[in-house]
Structures are given as C-alpha cells and as structure tokens.
C-alpha cells in the first residue's frame, strides 16, 4: 500500500486553521445560536480557543517564583533589568534610577525619588512583590512607606501595617486616600508580600463615562481590592474625583524616605472591554452585528474551500446564516438543501441505511435550523428526510 505523503495535506490542514478552524468534537448546530448582544452561540464550535499560557511558579519566601510565559518582566532580581527603568523627576528629563539592586531586589534609596518604567502601558494584570525593612522604625504612614502607581496615577499603598495602624483609606493595599483594603492580609516586615492587581483604566468617550475602570488586589493570596471603582488618581488629603487617564502610562514606585525592597515584577496585558472593541462578553448591538458578518463571512470563506465535499459544504454554508441571515446565502442553501431532499428520497432501501449518519446529520441541521427560523417554515427538505428517517426506523428507541 502507498502511503500518501504528508506535504499533500498539510496546505490542506493549515487552510482549514486559516479560514474558520472548529473546535474538534464540539458539533454545529449545537447550543442556542448568536442574538442581539452575543455573537457566539452557547457552545460555539467556531469560538476561538483560549491562548495557551505556561503557568509560572509561586513565590517563596526567600526565593521568587517563575513568571507565566506571557508575561512582561519588568523586574527580575538582576542588575540589568534596572535598564528598565529611570528616575521620575517633578520636571525635566528622566535619567538613571539612584535606586538599587541588592540582593536579587530593587531597593529604594531614601530621597533619590520616585522611580519609573520606560515602557508604557494600560490595562493590566500586575504582580509585584514588596518587604518592608526588616528592623522597624517610625509609626503610621511613616513605616515602611512606598507606593505602586498604576499608570503613574492611581496609587495601591505600600506600608508595614503588621502591626502598624493607620488611616484606613492610606493602609497597606489601600487605592490611597479613596478605599481602604478589605482585609490585613500582611507578612511580618522583613518578608516578601505578594502583590496582584488587575487594573482597569476609566474610558470616556465623546467626555462622557462609559467605564469607570476597576481596581481588583489581591494582597498574599486575599481578595482586598474587589473590583473597587477608579475616583481619579486618589492621593493625600484632597477628595480624589472621577477624570479620564491617558491611553497608557508607566508604572511608578514610589520613594517615602523608606528602603522598601521590591522583586518578581512583571505585568501582563489585558484584552480590550466590549465598550472599546472587544469582542468577548455581551455586546452593544451594532458590535454584535458586526462581529456576527466577520464570522459569518470567515464561515463562507472556509465554505468555499470544501468544493470537494459538496455536503460538507452546504452545512457550513447553511451554518453561516446562524450568524448572519443573507439573502443571498438563504436562497443558495435553500437551493441545496432542496436538491440534495430530491437526491436522497429515491434511493433505494439498502443505499439509504449505508448514508444514515450522513443524513441524519443533514436533518439535525435543518431542525435546528427550523427552529430558529432560518430556514422558511414547513421546509419540504426537512419533511422529506423526516421521512426517511421514520421509513428507516432510524428514530431514537424509547426505553
Ligand atoms: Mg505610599
């Protein structure tokens, strides 16, 4: 036997990834289809899978764990990444940081200033883990002070609360000056505190509000932040109030006079949110419309490609209208469907039982199809192998 070589199908394989790749084993025609504000059915097979992501490593006390492959290190432990960063002077041009790496850890250098990240950037997951000095020294906002700033703006508070307290809107993990954390989740000072945000920036659009952003920490593995609405930038005294950020913007750490160590810096960015283009959640209806033509057309260009299997063709096709019902590709499926009724009902007995599967699998489509009005009503292809499959004794056994 010959044994077809495997450079024949593989342009075949990656077409198929390229124009509309399904799910393996998840059917069409399968959960409720797309509607106003969801262009995925439930259960879509033409959903993308989710990004494959290496999981990193948890940290331990004395050592740091392993980023996940995705993310952007901004810091880790060594001389080099300082690169990554400058100083953060009130006016003029940045330069080198004075801050310093010791001990595998970026260490603030009492009055060397605020320190920032070259790049740029929004929305983010971040992790950042943080120690107060180990020998404790002042009280209240004076032990152990520093600061994250999220785009340079939006303050999470670094202070030695274990045993310190405080105003509660200014407490370790605070949104500084606007909400205090839901909990004191802290490690003595001395250790690592393992820091996570999820951080939302607010949008505007036409000067109105239409997503105030989001702050979510978690502070040792403790939900302290949870989904708590952006005020503006927050900060010392003065009632913070709601205002638009820019587009993007660096990440800042904070110099309180306090040598704050920090290590296991990286950041991963977040997806767009519905209101801004993406298109995962539910949808305003003209982006729901849009999304659902995108698919439909990927479905019919990947339609296109299976001329070979001229019923497999027509199923993806007639797949296409459960994203967008067209005119043009109604009347084309419809004539298919009408045709392949009138090539199937004459058969003989034994023909029939060696194509169960194949129409089974054409009537399953066009019940659902049916059912949700994208085939006209009282279809005569519908009824033609309904009753094949009775003639047949193809129906479902009771038990
Ligand atoms: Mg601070």
């Given amino acids: ?18 124009f509309g790749a399904v799910t393996p084993g998840v059917p069409a025609f399968y959960g409720d289809p797309p509607d106003a504000t969801h262009p995925w059915g439930v259960h879509d097979r033409n959903r993308p899978q989710p990004k494959r992501v290496e999981p990193g490593t948890y940290s331990t006390a004395d050592k740091p764990g392993k980023p996940p492959s995705d993310a952007i290190v901004l810091f880790d432990g060594t001389a080099a990444s300082l690169a990554k960063w400058e100083s953060d002077p009130k006016e003029g041009p940045a330069g080198p940081t004075k801050w310093i790496v010791n001990d595998g850890a970026l260490e603030c250098v009492p009055k060397s200033g605020y320190i920032r990240t070259k ?10 883990e943080w120690a107060a000095p180990a020998k404790v020294q002042g009280d209240s906002q004076g032990r152990g002070n520093s600061g994250i700033f999220l785009m340079g703006l939006a303050e999470v508070q670094v202070l030695d609360n274990y045993n310190n307290p405080t105003y509660s809107d200014g407490f370790a993990a605070s949104y500084y000056g606007v ?9 003595p000072p001395g250790q690592f505190q393992s820091i996570d945000i999820i951080f939302r920036r607010p949008i505007y659009q036409d000067g109105k509000l239409v997503d105030p952003g989001y702050l979510t920490v978690f502070c040792n593995g403790v939900l302290v932040q949870d989904h708590t609405p952006l005020e503006g930038p927050g900060g010392h005294l003065r009632r913070s109030s709601a205002r638009p950020f820019p587009e993007k913007g660096p990440l800042k750490l904070q110099d309180h006079g306090n040598p704050v160590r920090f290590r296991n810096i990286w950041y991963r960015p ?33 339609a296109a490609s299976l001329k070979a299997t001229p019923n497999e063709e027509m199923l993806r096709l007639a797949e296409s209208l459960v994203y967008e019902n067209d005119p043009a590709t109604s009347r084309e499926v419809v004539r298919r469907f009408e045709a392949y009724a009138a090539s ?32 006209p009503a009282n279809f005569a292809p519908t009824a033609t192998l309904a009753r094949i499959e009775k ?7 009771k038990k």
């Fill in 391 to 397: 003639a047949q004794d193809w129906m479902p056994k």
């Fill in 270 to 302: 977040l997806p767009p949110r519905a209101v801004e283009g993406g298109t995962d959640g539910a949808l305003t209806a003209e982006a729901t419309r849009a999304k659902r033509k995108q698919i439909a057309a990927e479905i019919r260009t990947h």
């Fill in 179 to 187: 909400n205090p954390p839901l909990a004191n989740a802290l490690h």
């Fill in 119 to 128: 790049e740029h950037f929004g929305d983010i997951q971040l992790h950042v």
């Fill in 1 to 18: 036997m010959k044994i077809r070589p495997l450079t024949l199908t593989l342009p075949l394989l990656l077409a198929t990834q390229a």
């Fill in 344 to 375: 199937v009902s004459p058969l003989a007995k034994g023909d029939l039982e060696k194509r169960k599967e194949e129409i089974l699998n054409v009537l399953r489509a066009l019940r659902y199809l049916g059912k949700h009005e994208l085939v």
